[in-house]
């Protein structure tokens, strides 16, 4: 096991390489938001399946009025109207027009959809005349048979995300259910003999588990749920190996604490005793550095966060949260960050990527703005609670003048 650091992407590589795919399985479409199609959806019939008025108005024959003027006006005798979901049950006569509204079938031998507010009187009528004082390009208002695709057209390939619009378009060509990949089951443990649940009142040298809270929040964030909750077990090697042992049987293991270089941090050794094999451990990133991963024998992905909470955000948005949209089925797993403009300056020291807390505003034409926000360390949650992202700064540079375009991670 090499105890050389790997900069970041190299060492999310490394865990999405090594990450297996979860499998699939049906769900109600009303489940489904959020998962990765599994399967090619094809249309299984012309969308719209009828040539449909894309205004409310009038069916005419753009012949008809073809010598309409606003001196001298066209009149059309209007034969009735046609609704959604009701036909017009004749081919529409020479002289004739009929109201309809929008998304009703446009009837035979009618080829154009005027509006009723380009009429002389911009008024309804569903018998008598009505007058047209403009000539009409056939097809205008109209979506015809097949627009949107044709019967038989493939329409998703798998790995498109189950947005609300996809589901939409998913319903419209007639399933309930969907075929997605199955999302992983994910264990949650926190270690350390100083760590007590937030409803227990602690001793003046013990901390409540902020990591917990922290790690289902980002995991709620984006549709994962943990699955196993193994509690908060203390620096002992035994009951820290009979936890793993019960969540390596999930296809995630999360944890946090326990992987520095003290005599309690004992999470490495346990790991590999129980068979893990180590894809890295440590991370040349400024907070996170102690960061463990691994793979069990049964394919259990295991990613061991260090124990302070701005490395723990960190490495759940820059590691956690890729790991389980690859085995989500994703094809892009990592998730794109923003470009913005530094609002002041800023120095760093060492030769690490730093990631410091920041309020990223603003966006649009604009574009987006970062403050950098003091902190005391990693450690530090009541001046994280105040960021809503965090600046990358390279190791290539020590020093960033306000103006300055810098990568931004967005929470």
């Not at 309690?264 to 907070?287: I, M, R």
């Not at 913005?340 to 060492?350: F, Q, Y």
Request: hydrophobic share 40%.
């Amino acid at each position: 096991m090499s105890e050389e650091l790997l900069e970041l992407e190299e060492a999310r590589s490394i865990l999405l390489q090594a990450a297996p795919t979860g499998g699939t399985e049906a769900r109600l479409l009303s489940d489904a938001m959020g998962c990765v199609i599994a399967e090619e959806v094809v249309a299984d019939r012309p969308i719209p399946p009828y040539d449909r008025a894309a205004m409310d108005g009038y069916a005419v024959r753009a012949a008809d009025i073809a010598a309409a003027s606003g001196v001298s006006p066209v009149a059309v005798t209007c034969a009735g109207e046609v609704l959604p979901g009701r036909p017009w049950p004749d081919v529409l006569r020479p002289g004739t027009c009929v109201a309809i509204m929008t998304g009703a079938p446009v009837p035979r031998g009618a080829d154009a959809v005027v509006e009723v507010e380009a009429t002389q009187t911009g008024q309804w009528t569903t018998y008598g005349e009505v007058h047209f004082s403009a000539p009409v390009q056939p097809g205008r208002n109209i979506s015809p048979c097949g627009e949107d695709a044709e019967a038989g057209q493939l329409l998703l390939e798998p790995g498109a995300e189950l947005s609300p619009q996809v589901c939409g378009l998913l319903a419209l060509c007639g399933h309930t259910t969907v075929t997605v990949y199955r999302r992983p089951r994910v264990a949650l443990l926190s270690t350390g003999n100083e760590i007590v649940p937030p409803d227990v009142l602690p001793s003046p040298y013990q901390v409540r588990d902020a990591n917990r809270a922290i790690i289902m929040a980002v995991l709620a964030q984006y549709g994962f749920a943990p699955t196993l909750d193994l509690g908060i077990v203390r620096d002992d090697t035994g009951d820290i190996r009979a936890a793993l042992e019960r969540g390596l049987k999930c296809d995630v293991l999360l944890t946090s604490g326990g992987v520095s270089r003290g005599t309690t941090d004992l999470l490495p050794q346990v790991l590999e005793s129980l068979g893990v094999s180590c894809l890295f451990n440590g991370v040349a990133t400024k907070p996170g550095k102690p960061l463990w991963a691994g793979i069990a024998p049964g394919g259990c992905m295991v990613l061991a966060l260090p124990g302070n909470p701005l490395a723990v955000l960190v490495h759940m948005y820059e590691m956690a949260v890729p790991l389980l949209r690859r085995m989500s089925g994703h094809s892009v797993p990592v998730l794109p960050l923003l470009s913005a403009t530094l609002t002041e300056g800023i120095s760093v020291k060492g030769g690490r990527l730093t990631l410091q807390p920041a309020c990223v505003e603003g966006g649009g034409e604009e574009g987006f703005r970062a403050t950098p926000l003091p902190s005391h360390g990693s450690a530090d949650l009541v001046g994280m609670a105040r960021a809503n992202g965090y600046i990358f700064l390279r190791p290539e540079k020590k020093t960033w003048a306000a103006g300055e375009r810098v990568e931004v991670r967005a929470w």
